[in-house]
């Protein structure tokens, strides 16, 4: 079987293991276990892990408390276990926030780049944009990306070139804005898809989950069918 944690300290928690299990019915022959994650046990145990969105400074603030840092660090870093960083779990994934809006708070760190917070503002200038995700096939429906409060990469740093750009938004006036990337194992985006009843990418990221499994020995002989979410 296959654990992948959503962590639990503040943020959108249950909408992520909503779509996960929905997400998991493209998987029929594995077994898929979603729990929460608020402590370091919890998270040894984990396969792959979940930062939903929420508030960065407080969720940082509050696995510092617990003891987590270093373990979420461990298990990005060192482990290299699959992680999604949503909204502010981008934020937490970066290794860089920009000092300003509100930037300079603890970050775990995993992608190379650095995040500019609420990027468009408030709460009440959050949007939904269509987005062409790089992982989406050609002539594929774009996913409804929600953008609330969301943080942007604002640039890609250390020049080690292994930073992939996903997806990207153009506000009317302003310049293009990285909203997805990823690097390796680690992958982040800006937006919600938890808060969307579209599950391609909780689909294609488990697909990713699996098949990282399936190089490391964990879930051999596997068969899975990928189809379209192929990428
Ligand atoms: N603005 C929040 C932050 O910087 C993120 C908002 C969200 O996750 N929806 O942490």
Redesign the pocket.
């Known amino acids: 079987s296959i654990t992948v944690g959503v962590l639990a300290l503040q ?2 928690v249950i909408e992520h293991i909503a779509l996960l299990n929905r997400a998991s019915t493209s998987f029929p022959t594995i077994t898929f276990h979603f729990p929460e994650v608020k402590t370091p046990e919890q998270l040894s145990l984990c396969d792959a892990l979940i930062i ?8 940082a603030i509050v696995a510092r408390r617990l003891g987590l840092f270093e373990p979420l660090r461990e298990f990005v870093k060192i482990n290299n276990k699959p992680v999604w960083g ?4 981008l ?1 937490m994934l970066a290794e860089e ?1 920009s000092a300003t ?2 930037g300079g708070q603890e970050l775990i760190g995993g992608l190379d780049v650095r995040v500019l ?2 990027k468009f503002g408030t709460q009440a200038q959050s949007f939904v944009a269509d987005l062409q995700l790089g992982f989406l096939a050609e002539g594929e429906r774009p996913f409804k990306g929600v953008f ?4 942007v990469v604002e640039e890609v740093i250390n020049g080690n070139g292994k930073v992939k750009v996903l997806g990207t938004v153009k506000k009317p006036g302003e310049e293009e804005d990285i909203v997805a990337v990823r690097q390796g194992n680690v992958f982040g985006t800006s937006f ?1 898809p938890e808060l969307t009843g579209d599950v391609r990418v909780h689909a294609w990221w488990l697909g990713n989950v699996v098949e990282a499994l399936s190089h490391k020995g964990k879930e051999k002989g596997l068969v899975v069918g990928r189809g379209k979410l192929d990428g």
Do not use: L, W
């Open positions: 943020g959108g939903p969105g929420g508030e960065s400074t407080t969720m949503t909204c502010a779990g934020v926030a809006k509100q917070r609420n609330i409060r969301a943080p919600h």
